[in-house]
Structures are given as C-alpha cells and as structure tokens.
T-cell receptor
C-alpha cells in the first residue's frame, strides 16, 4: 500500500495520560500536515512540515501538543496530559510540494479520552 | 482571520444536478480545494482552483471567483454513492496551511 498510513487507528486513554500517534506519508512527499476533526466539522489545521522543518503551528495548538518529523519521513504527534476535549479524529495528510498542493489523507487515528 | 462558509446540509435526487456553494474570507489566497468525505473515512481530493473560472472533471466541476471570495462545486448525474460531506478548503497566505470549511452533508435520495 503506497498511501498515507497512520497508527494506531483507535486509541482509548484516561484523562491525564500521554498519547503518541504516528503518520507515514507517501514516500516521495515532502509536505506533511496534521489535522483534528470532530463530528460534523471540517478538519482543523494543527501543524505542517516541509521535510523535517515544522513551518507552521496553529495558534489553537496548546503546549500539550507537540509534533516531530525527525528525518523528513514519518511524523509523530504527541498529546500530553490528555483532556476529554482532546477526543477527536486526528488526520495526517501529505503532498508532493512545489506547485502540486493536492493533499492525500491517511485513515486517521480516533482518540477517545475517558 | 480566516472564515469559510458552506451550507450545512443539502438534499437532492438521484440523477439530478446539485450546486454546493462556498464563500471565504482569508488573509491570503493560494488556491481553493474541494474534498469529499464519506462518513467514518478520510477526505479524498476532488478539485483545485487557483485561477478564476470553471474546472471540469467528469461529473464534477468547480468554479472560482477570487474577487467575490466564492466557489461552488457542481455535481451532475447524481448517484447514491455521492451521499457524503463535501469540504471546501483554502490554502492561505502563511506558509502552506489549509483552512477547511465545516463541510456540506449531501444526501442523495432515490
């Protein structure tokens, strides 16, 4: 499968715990995005990487959220001290870059914080 | 700030034509995208407009007017499988961030 993959697909955790999600983009894509989506809403931009550089981070992203893309390939999104309001679908997308801005989305990680 | 508006829900009949509108106000503009999202699945790309005018792709067409901050997605010969949410997204001015609208949930009835 050469699409965007995410792991895990589902995560249930207790409030206060830390969670980490992984995204593997399409191999030749140098741009990687993280989004959060709640039921009935469009995806909400969280952060964006160009290769290994994190170029933009949403003002909505609290200090409990951090993302990395250490080698410019896969990326991780960590949420510390989870809160019930963090429950959502976390989507990763990648794009080739340059003049090609089409984003390909992964299947998402559904987080439930109890 | 950035704001994107779409109707929340629309209903149409199989075989008909439906137009889904999107209006946007963004601090910059580097293109407008339409995505389709079936319930429980990830969004899939439909179209991209960066210049004014109509882009046609099979049963789907997308129109853009940058001066009016307006776009629409036109779906022809509707099929039951077209029942989904349709997301309008704008690439803004700061880096390559995307702002998505709330989505329009389209129900196609027999």
């Amino acid at each position: 499968d050469t699409g965007v993959s995410q792991d895990p697909r589902h995560k249930i955790t207790k409030r206060g715990q830390n969670v980490t999600f992984r995204c593997d983009p399409i191999s030749e894509h140098n741009r990687l995005y993280w989004y959060r989506q709640t039921l009935g809403q469009g995806p909400e931009f969280l952060t964006y990487f160009q290769n290994e550089a994190q170029l933009e981070k949403s003002r909505l992203l609290s200090d409990r959220f951090s993302a990395e893309r250490p080698k410019g390939s896969f990326s991780t999104l960590e949420i510390q001290r989870t809160e019930q309001g963090d429950s959502a679908m976390y989507l990763c997308a990648s794009s080739l870059g340059g003049s090609n801005n089409e984003q390909f989305f992964g299947p998402g990680t559904r987080l439930t914080v109890l | 700030g950035q704001n994107i508006d779409q109707p929340t829900e629309m209903t149409a009949t199989e075989g008909a034509i439906v137009q889904i509108n999107c209006t946007y106000q963004t601090s910059g503009f580097n293109g407008l995208f339409w995505y389709q999202q079936h319930a429980g699945e990830a969004p899939t790309f439909l179209s991209y407009n960066v210049l004014d005018g109509l882009e046609e792709k099979g049963r789907f067409s997308s129109f853009l007017s940058r001066s009016k901050g307006y776009s629409y997605l036109l779906l022809k010969e509707l099929q039951m499988k077209d029942s989904a949410s349709y997301l309008c997204a704008v690439m803004g001015n700061y880096g390559q961030n995307f702002v998505f609208g709330p989505g329009t949930r389209l129900s196609v009835l027999p």
